[in-house]
């Protein structure tokens, strides 16, 4: 078992600090190639990487990049759907773990190890749902399908106090959208991490789009907080 690098206050702190966590899913056809990535990631300013378990060998992966990056960024799971997955990423020692939908036996795992958990919800009563089962954050998936930024701002309205992560969908276009929608930060997939740039081992095709989103996110913030 590899104990976490951070607190989980630490944890959820850095996650909103960065605002932006990658989901590595498709495309990463090995382990090095994910690795190659977290590191692209890191240079270019996201210190956050969410390493799905679709992923090829996902706990070998994600202890790699632990022992690779050591501590520049925080790792944590994604599309975790059981608890035996979410405790085996746990003990590879995964920072925060991240489900498609509301799983319960997903959130408990995460709590009873006092890490992170990011619970998936899409309507206002698996929202509240979350939330009850001791959700940290609120994954909304797939927040483009529903709405984008106009969604997210209706949901803020009954629940001003928590910690929505709209993740589907998000662009370059509309990332700045969410956060003034009022998101505390935004799950990005194929818009950060192209598939085709991944075959490619593009790296620095995904720096250079890592520095866009960052951009786009700090220009995002001046505006909300200004």
């Not at 927040?143 to 969908?169: C, E, K, N």
């Not at 081992?201 to 960052?214: H, K, P, S, T, V």
């Amino acid at each position: 078992m590899t104990a976490a690098l951070r607190s989980r206050e630490a944890a959820l702190g850095q996650l909103r600090g960065v605002g932006i966590i990658p989901v590595l899913r498709g495309g990463a056809d090995s382990k090095e190639t994910v690795i190659r990535v977290a590191e692209t990631l890191v240079d270019a300013g996201v210190s956050v990487v969410e390493v799905t378990m679709t992923v090829p060998d996902p706990i070998a992966a994600i202890t790699a990049i632990i022992r690779r990056l050591g501590g520049k960024a925080i790792v944590g799971a994604g599309t975790v759907t059981d608890a035996d997955s979410a405790q085996r990423a746990i003990d590879a020692g995964a920072e925060f773990i991240v489900s498609p939908a509301l799983l319960p036996d997903v959130i408990d795992v995460a709590k009873r190890n006092d890490v992170a958990v990011l619970a998936g919800a899409l309507t206002p009563t698996e929202v509240l749902g979350a939330v009850r089962a001791g959700a940290d954050m609120v994954k909304i998936f797939p927040a483009h399908s529903v709405g984008g930024a106009a969604y997210i701002r209706s949901l803020r309205a009954p629940f001003p106090d928590v910690a929505l992560v709209p993740t589907g969908g998000v662009t370059l276009e509309s990332v700045g959208d969410f956060f003034r929608a009022g998101a505390a930060a935004v799950g990005v997939g194929a818009e950060l991490l192209p598939k085709d740039a991944l075959a490619r081992r593009d790296f620095e095709r995904i720096g250079a789009l890592a520095r866009e989103f960052i951009a786009a996110v700090k220009a995002a913030r001046m505006v909300t907080t200004g």
